[in-house]
């Protein structure tokens, strides 16, 4: 998992099928995320959170909803946007918080 600076800066890495690993997930903040898989790539709509409050962690909280929910459902597309939805959640909080499901619709 990466960001969205990361991806920038490494794209010629990125393509390269000697360096490359097998799976890679870009998050882009507010905007989509990205999933490259054996070759393909998808993106993932970020549900929009309505009142932003803070940003502070919420890189932290999609790595964690991705951890938590692909240890579950071993499966990536389930996790991203689980992630996507804690990290939304997280924004809309002050600070860095903890994020259970019960938080995430």
Same mark, same amino acid.
């Given at each position: 998992?990466? $960001?969205?600076?990361e991806? !920038? $800066? $490494?794209?010629?890495?990125?393509? $390269?099928?000697?360096l490359? #690993?097998?799976?890679?997930i870009?998050?882009?903040? +507010?905007? #989509?995320?990205?999933f490259? #898989? !054996?070759?393909?790539?998808? !993106?993932f709509? %970020?549900?929009? +959170?309505?009142?932003? %409050?803070?940003?502070?962690?919420? @890189? ?6 991705? %951890? ?5 459902? /071993?499966?990536? %597309?389930?996790? =991203? /946007?689980? +992630? /996507?939805? +804690? ?6 909080q002050? @600070?860095?918080?903890?994020? /259970?499901?019960?938080? =995430?619709?």
């Open positions: 998992k990466i $960001n969205s600076r991806y !920038e $800066n $490494n794209k010629r890495e990125i393509y $390269n099928p000697e490359f #690993s097998k799976t890679l870009v998050t882009r903040g +507010a905007d #989509s995320t990205l490259f #898989s !054996e070759g393909r790539r998808s !993106e709509l %970020v549900p929009v +959170a309505t009142d932003i %409050v803070d940003c502070s962690g919420c @890189g932290d909280t999609f790595f964690a909803g991705l %951890v938590a929910n692909y240890t579950e459902t /071993n499966s990536f %597309v389930s996790a =991203i /946007n689980y +992630a /996507n939805k +804690a990290a939304s959640y997280a924004a809309t002050k @600070g860095v918080v903890i994020v /259970n499901k019960k938080d =995430i619709k």
